[in-house]
């Protein structure tokens, strides 16, 4: 393996201008993770894709699960998707990768778990689906698990929770 000559790299303006880009790149790439993204231990965990934790102030703050959409909890596979993420994540320190808001003042956010990404893992095991509405990341999870009958995936037929909830609402 060759030694690294930083005296000689530095000698061309085009690979001087190249490292330094790359050192902002980073530097840039770090201020803008700790701008949006924050530590916190889950204190509750809602259903199978909604948590709580408190904050300084020692209030509750409710966090969506980015990408995902878990099972309602009196839906088919609702109980056991909210026993997978407390599984998961329940009384531990997770990495809260904030998106935005929804309509109901939560926050929705990616999760991670020492670097594991929480929603892939939901969505991998068959607990959640992919929320293909606002995102595709995790569509390569939701065909394995539904081509190996994981989690929800064992059901013939599962019925989406927006499509439950829809139901739901209309016979309200």
């Known amino acids: 393996m060759r030694n690294l000559n930083l005296r000689h790299l530095a000698s061309s303006p085009r690979k001087l201008f190249l490292i330094l880009l790359l050192i902002f790149g980073l530097l840039f790439a770090e201020s803008f993770l700790d701008e949006n993204s924050f530590e916190v231990r889950v204190s509750r965990v809602i259903d199978g894709d909604t948590l709580e934790f408190r904050n300084e102030d020692n209030k509750r703050v409710r966090v969506r699960i980015f990408g995902i959409d878990a099972p309602e909890l009196k839906q088919k596979f609702g109980r056991e998707s909210k026993m997978r993420l407390a599984s998961l994540v329940q009384g531990r320190r997770v990495v809260i990768v904030l998106k935005n808001k929804d309509k109901y003042g939560r926050l929705v956010a990616m999760l991670k778990l020492d670097a594991k990404d929480v929603g892939r893992e ?14 595709r990341i995790y569509a390569g999870e939701q065909k394995a698990a539904r081509a190996e009958k994981r989690g929800l995936w064992q059901d013939k037929n599962p019925t989406k929770p927006y499509e439950w909830r829809k139901k739901f609402k209309e016979q309200r």
């Open 122 to 135: 939901m969505v991998r095991q068959g607990w959640a689906w992919a929320d293909d509405y606002f995102t």
